[in-house]
């Protein structure tokens, strides 16, 4: 059978056509806004920071997951727009699979560890001064990459169908290996991080609410903290859970019905969906390190006030 007409079959005809439509304009915009976006935030941390903090590295190791998070869009343009046919290497497949799920859950980690090392920064600065030891932040960056890394495996072991490339295959061990691996992921790559995550802000909104600040201070200060943990937040959440959520249900499907194309045409488009939006946040990262950190701020204003004195000098 025509690898084609197994798309047009089951219970979602024109999933295919949705796929092309969905992902190729949201991967070509991710692409170009992530790239520049992250390249530049990359710029402003190593040449612009006179100083190392513990806020830095790991804002870096972001934007570095976050680089190469985007650098594997375009692969994925070029099969959906060449109608889902893969005509590399099936290693390379496997490869550019396997380093989109690292790189995502790298930055889940990353943005987790920023959360912890705001809440000690404003709710225990005294005692989290031992924790913020730039050394100590450098290795568990290291950590994150190779723990991430080695968890990631398996990917590498699962085949796509003949002639297809980021396709779940239809053979049930890949199946099962797939779901183990969205269990442990599911675990390990979000329930823990978000929970971390929600709990390490909403004590920091809490701190910032109940401490006993100037009267004309609050307006100002108070109320933009408070505004710029709502947006990281929101941010965070409309991402990442969704994505896994769906992704869940999806992948729960398929293995009694021991094919992908006989999952309900609602639950496939849903699973496009979430992941274009999970795939969105390599572009919403930047507005995370320009809301949460003043020193960027400053560093990206100085940058753009200067840029008018340059283009005179050339």
């Known amino acids: 059978m025509n690898d084609k007409n197994i798309l047009k079959n089951g219970s979602c005809e024109n999933i295919g056509n949705f796929k092309i439509n969905t992902y190729v304009p949201t991967y070509i915009i991710v692409f170009i806004f992530g790239f520049l976006e992250n390249l530049f935030c990359l710029y402003v941390f190593l040449k612009l920071y006179k100083k190392k903090t513990v806020f830095s590295i790991v804002m870096v190791n972001l934007t570095i997951s976050d680089l190469l998070f985007v650098c594997t869009l375009p692969w994925r343009v070029y099969y959906y727009y060449s109608k889902q046919v893969w005509i590399l290497s099936n290693y390379w497949c496997v490869f550019l699979t396997y380093a989109l799920y690292l790189n995502m859950y790298c930055s889940i980690y990353f943005l987790t560890l920023l959360s912890i090392l705001r809440y000690f920064a404003i709710v225990h600065p005294v005692k989290g001064l031992k924790y913020k030891n730039v050394k100590n932040v450098q ?6 990459w190779v723990s991430v890394g080695l968890t990631a495996i398996p990917f590498l072991g699962i085949g796509n169908k003949k002639k297809q490339c980021f396709e779940l295959s239809d053979k049930i061990m890949d199946i099962k290996i797939v779901l183990t691996m969205n269990s442990v992921a599911l675990v390990l790559g979000f329930i823990i991080p978000f929970f971390i995550f929600t709990v390490c802000y909403i004590l920091v909104a809490k ?8 009267r004309h201070k609050w307006n ?26 769906v992704r869940t249900i999806y992948l729960a499907e398929i293995l009694p019905k021991k094919n992908v194309s006989n999952v309900s045409c609602t639950m496939q488009k849903a699973a496009v969906a979430t992941l274009c939006r999970a795939v969105v946040n390599p572009c919403l990262d930047p507005l995370l390190y320009y809301f949460a950190a003043e020193t960027f701020r400053d560093k990206v204003r100085s940058t753009f006030k200067g840029c008018p004195t340059l283009m005179q000098q050339t």
């Open 139 to 144: 290795i568990i960056c290291i950590a994150i």
């Open 207 to 214: 701190s910032l609410l109940t401490s006993k600040p100037n």
């Open 220 to 245: 100002n200060s108070k109320k933009k903290a408070i505004a710029r943990i709502i947006v990281i937040l929101v941010i965070f959440i409309t991402g990442f859970p969704i994505y896994h959520i």
